[in-house]
């Protein structure tokens, strides 16, 4: 129980192209998502919390018109990365808490974004 | 928010025991504490949680006194598969947010 699952695992793409990246909690309910995204070698920064039927709400210094969150439902969230540049490559990783088997955070297997 | 504060990094060889001591001072009274292991290009999996005392699990011991300052993961005999960074989290569970501090590179050698 608790897998959340990420798709694409990984995408390549060309500058100034939007990619979108699916976040899903496959056996529970997810009220709350967070987004992360990761450099190599470095720890994970936090993005954004995604709130089911709500706005997202963007750590400081992140893009909300560059970054769309859209939590449409209890089980999905997506990220749309709008005119990627080459150094929003990273790689993107989700977790899910919220009304889960043990209410604790369970983190996607991550998406790999190259920007071209 | 509690701040956490790990070891950068550690060595260990197959078969030891290990500890990893994760200081977060200022947790607050409904903060839990959970360590992830994370792997290359791989999200963070769940090791373990504990609020309080001893949890064990089949992968792993957490230590927390009584002070709840500080905990200590506890991984018995590891391999060489352990080798991967480990993050201490202190936070609320479920849909509550947390910030993940630099973690601890632990290198297990033949």
């Known amino acids: 129980g608790a897998v959340v699952s990420q798709h694409p695992s990984w995408v390549i793409c060309k500058s100034g192209t939007s990619v979108k990246i699916e976040c899903r909690s496959l056996d529970f309910q997810a009220t709350t998502m967070f987004w992360y995204r990761q450099f190599p070698k470095q720890s994970l920064m936090l993005m954004a919390t995604s709130n089911e039927g709500s706005k997202a709400t963007y750590e400081q210094g992140v893009e909300k018109d560059k970054f769309l969150i859209n939590h449409a439902s209890l089980t999905l969230s997506t990220l749309t990365v709008t005119s990627a540049h080459p150094e929003d490559s990273s790689f993107y990783i989700c977790?899910?808490?919220?009304?889960?088997?043990?209410?604790?955070?369970?983190f996607g297997p991550g998406t790999r974004l190259t920007v071209l | 928010l509690a701040k956490t504060t790990q070891p950068i990094s550690m060595d260990s060889y197959e078969g030891q025991e290990v500890n990893i001591t994760c200081s977060h001072n200022?947790?607050?009274?409904?903060?839990?504490i959970t360590w992830y292991q994370q792997f290359p290009s791989q999200g963070p999996r769940f090791i373990i949680q504990g609020y309080k005392t001893k949890v064990t699990n089949e992968v792993a011991s957490l230590f927390i006194p009584a002070d709840r300052k500080s905990s200590t993961l506890s991984l018995p005999r590891v391999s060489l598969s352990d080798t991967a960074v480990y993050y201490c989290?202190?936070?609320?569970?479920?849909?509550?947010?947390?910030?993940f501090g630099a973690g601890t590179r632990l290198f297990v050698k033949a």
């Open positions: 977790s899910a808490g919220g009304t889960g088997p043990t209410n604790t955070q369970y």
């Open positions: 200022n947790i607050a009274t409904n903060d839990y």
């Open positions: 989290l202190v936070g609320p569970t479920g849909g509550f947010k947390t910030i």
